[in-house]
């Protein structure tokens, strides 16, 4: 069964709108748990736009389900963070300073030396690794070569193929690559522009997705559906695959 994170990034960005402490950024966590998450996944980035540093220690106290912490390891800080908070997970991301959003994923062959140097630190530690990558053969392959544990399928392009009525073509080069990282025993995670839409054709076609991470769109339908009743919506689409 594929769980479900939601990334509580956009929860941050309408707090700090009016830099004070509302909506509270912790009660939501633990009402996301509540209501049916499986997962709390935070994307602090250099500038705090969102999600703050201090943020993420707060929440490691409350977390009850699966933590996970995304960002680029080349920040030292990040790591240090990510070491004193010891999160279930960590998703290193090639964001680089001032991206809006992820927009791509690792060169697992131009930047192997950088990642088998990074990824280590993590795992000492006791915490599992994801990459986010692109859904290259090539790029998962290297992958397997940085000893991540698993790697998070970057969906922007299966989304955008999904809305123009491509399906089908769209989600081929997932499959083939889910299908490599299950051959190389690397754990498949996905994220990006998943939604109400398109997600049960995903999960459906790759059954082998481990975890979902879904953020701005969840967000977005929570102002019309409600929070409680949006994520037990998402969790349908996950759980509903089979009659597709």
Known sequence: MTRLSVNINKIATLRNA?????????KVAVDIEKFG???????????????????????????T????????????????????????????VPDTTGQITSNHGWDTRKHASFLKNVIPIFKNAGIRVSIFVDPIIDMIEGAKETGTDRIELYTEAYAGGYKEGKEASAIAPYIEAAKKAKELNIGINAGHDLNLQNL???????????EVSIGHALICDALY????????????????TQSI
């Open 18 to 26: 009016r830099g004070q402490n509302l909506p509270d950024l912790v």
């Open 37 to 63: 998450a499986e997962g709390i996944t935070v994307h602090p980035r250099p500038d705090e736009r969102h999600i703050k540093y201090a943020d993420v220690f707060e929440l490691k106290k409350i977390v």
């Open 65 to 92: 389900t699966e933590f996970n912490i995304e960002g680029n390891p080349i920040e030292e800080k990040f790591i240090e963070l990510v070491l004193k908070n010891k999160p279930h997970q960590v998703t290193l």
């Open 200 to 210: 049960a054709y995903f999960v459906h076609n790759i059954p082998t997705i481990l």
């Open 225 to 240: 559906f409600g929070l409680e009743n949006t994520i037990q919506m998402y969790k349908r689409c996950l759980n509903q």
